[in-house]
């Protein structure tokens, strides 16, 4: 588990506004975001159910594509 170690900056009547983080708390958030969202993209993928092919087929196709252009 991400422990952060989060700063806040605050207004006039001390409501938190905005927070600041070290850098390597921020990357690591980043990180677990992105892969969270490959995540849910894949989860979307299995749903929709359509046929799929071999990713090594896929990247010819892409290929023959990108030559015939």
């Given at each position: ?19 600041i983080l070290p850098m390597k708390d921020f ?7 992105e892969e969270l969202e490959d995540i849910k ?29």
């Amino acid at each position: 588990m991400l422990t952060v170690n989060p700063q806040f900056i605050t207004d006039k009547k001390g409501k938190k506004i905005s927070v600041i983080l070290p850098m390597k708390d921020f990357e690591a958030i980043m990180e677990d975001l992105e892969e969270l969202e490959d995540i849910k993209l894949y989860d979307k993928a299995k749903k929709i159910n359509e046929p799929s092919i071999p990713i090594n087929l896929a990247f010819k196709e892409i290929e023959a594509k990108r030559k015939s252009k």
